[in-house]
């Protein structure tokens, strides 16, 4: 049949139907042909092309599974048990779960009563108090007991005392002679007494806040290494669930690479991804275990003691980030700042105590005595000689080369140096101030910016691992997409407990920390 007869029809669908309905049987079979096709293009475009696309892809498969070469890397002898979840336990990290949970608020009340240093501190200040009473007993009438036990091998014949009367009794010697004497005395005014007693409230005070600074380097010391603690284990629960998802694309993607879709390329980038997401959650299970042993440590907790986990409620911790930044910083509120003022007062009445150490020192004092003689031992005590009497004591120090006039100059000094301490201390407070109040806004922003950003990678991640599973993307891609989501939710993690630890460094940079 010549061609251009075959365009005619083929142009023109009534000459086809005159020919179909005047002629043979074949040209009644091709115009139906015709007819359904040009319905299946005009009306279902859309399906005609994507069948087309499924049908060129299974053609180029069986031409690439038919030309692959007998050298390429042969399926492994087994198929990695990928879906294990690893677990914190006692065999990974030395934590028993089935012991008790601690809060951070738990955790600081059993240092208060069981931390090392805490103790010492506390029995530190007992011992000041003990001292300050003993070194004001002196306050207080003094009285003491005394007696002499004597035997005279030569004496002389007779012992002449005067009396009260202004005359005098004539006491013969004898052997034996024991006198017993009762001594009482009573500070009047004393230059180093009333030094005692003016400092020993500020001795007192020193040390409590000795102990009150060793509480809140506790609390600050405790807070950070639970959240550190915290910090791992929620790395832990992240990496777990990336491994368990990085077991699940080692698995898909094995089995195309035995059927022959993906190349083994992919499978090996898999695996890669999956050993290295398995190293780093082996790596936070090893950190665990140190990491609580440091909580125990500042604790006081024994390591013979029963095991206990972390326990912490994820509301108030986001609830426990924010801080007013707007107070102002006061220097006032250190504890360090305290401290300084109470040895500025001590060196003050040091100063005081040296400048009146010239004035006379004045007690009372009362003796009574009873001399026993005789010549036998067996009546001894039968014949006794009485004596007492009362009296004031004066001392006064009229010269001592001196000293006391250098003792006032080197304690001025001293206080001079305190003043320069004060003012360094100040501006390493300011520092510190500044310094935290920094971290924490910049820290508290970027947490923000990394909680928008894990909710972006999960996403980016759904659909780019949908657009791999329908040969859309290389797995490539999905290699990026996941070491983007774990990046990002560690980082959140970090950003999150770094925000909570800004926090307790400003706390303490204002003195705001109290127990």
């Not at 915290?230 to 990336?242: A, G, H, P, S």
């Not at 013979?304 to 426990?320: G, H, K, L, R, W």
């Amino acid at each position: 049949m010549p061609s251009n007869y075959t365009d005619s029809i083929f142009k023109n669908p009534a000459t086809c139907f005159n020919l179909v309905k005047h002629n043979s049987f074949k040209f009644k079979l091709l115009y139906s042909a015709f007819c359904r096709v040009n319905r299946l293009i005009y009306f279902n475009m859309g399906i005609f092309r994507f069948f087309l696309l499924i049908g060129l892809f299974l053609v180029s498969a069986v031409a690439f599974s038919q030309n692959r070469q007998s050298s390429v890397l042969a399926p492994p002898l087994y198929i990695p048990d990928t879906g294990k979840r690893i677990t914190v336990g006692a065999k990974d990290t030395n934590i028993n779960h089935t012991s008790q949970f601690l809060t951070l608020r738990q955790c600081i009340d059993y240092a208060m009563l069981h931390q090392p240093a805490l103790n010492r501190s506390q029995i530190n200040q007992s011992i000041t108090k003990e001292t300050n009473a003993v070194n004001l007993a002196a306050w207080l009438p003094q009285v003491s007991a005394s007696a002499n036990l004597i035997h005279n091998f030569q004496s002389q014949p007779q012992l002449q005392t005067s009396t009260t009367s202004g005359g005098s009794t004539t006491i013969d010697s004898r052997a034996n002679t024991f006198v017993p004497e009762l001594s009482v005395s009573q500070a009047i005014f004393s230059p180093s007494l009333f030094y005692t007693h003016r400092t020993a409230p500020l001795l007192e005070q020193a040390s409590q806040q000795v102990t009150d600074s060793t509480k809140i380097f506790l609390v600050s010391s405790i807070t950070k290494s639970f959240y550190s603690v915290l910090l791992t284990l929620e790395q832990i629960n992240v990496l777990k669930e990336d491994t368990a998802r990085l077991g699940k694309n080692v698995r898909d993607t094995y089995h195309q690479y035995i059927g022959g879709i993906v190349d083994e390329t992919d499978y090996e980038e898999a695996t890669i991804t999956l050993n290295n997401s398995k190293a780093q959650l082996k790596q936070a299970n090893e950190n665990v275990a140190p990491q609580f042993a440091t909580l125990k440590q500042l604790m006081g907790y024994q390591p013979d003691q029963p095991e206990f986990n972390v326990s912490f409620d994820t509301t108030q911790m986001m609830q426990a980030i924010h801080i007013d930044t707007a107070q102002m910083l006061s220097y006032e509120n250190r504890i360090e700042f305290k401290q300084l003022n109470t040895q500025k007062q001590l060196q003050n009445e040091l100063i005081h105590y040296y400048n009146f150490q010239w004035v006379p020192t004045v007690s009372a004092f009362f003796n009574y005595a009873d001399n026993f003689q005789n010549n036998n031992y067996v009546n001894l005590l039968s014949t006794s000689y009485p004596t007492s009497y009362i009296g004031l004591s004066f001392s006064v120090p009229i010269f001592t080369g001196f000293a006391r006039l250098h003792n006032v100059k080197k304690a001025q000094l001293q206080a001079k140096l305190l003043d320069w301490d004060q003012a360094d201390l100040k501006a390493n407070i300011n520092t510190q101030y500044k310094s935290a109040l920094a971290n924490y806004k910049s820290n508290f922003y970027n947490l923000q910016l990394l909680q928008h950003n894990v909710s972006l990678a999960q996403r980016t991640y759904f659909v780019v691992d949908l657009q791999y599973k329908s040969g859309i993307v290389a797995y490539l891609n999905v290699i990026t997409a996941e070491s983007n989501l774990i990046t990002s939710e560690i980082n959140y993690l970090n950003s999150l407990f770094q925000v909570l630890s800004n926090k307790i460094d400003l706390q303490k940079a204002m003195g705001l920390i109290t127990y």
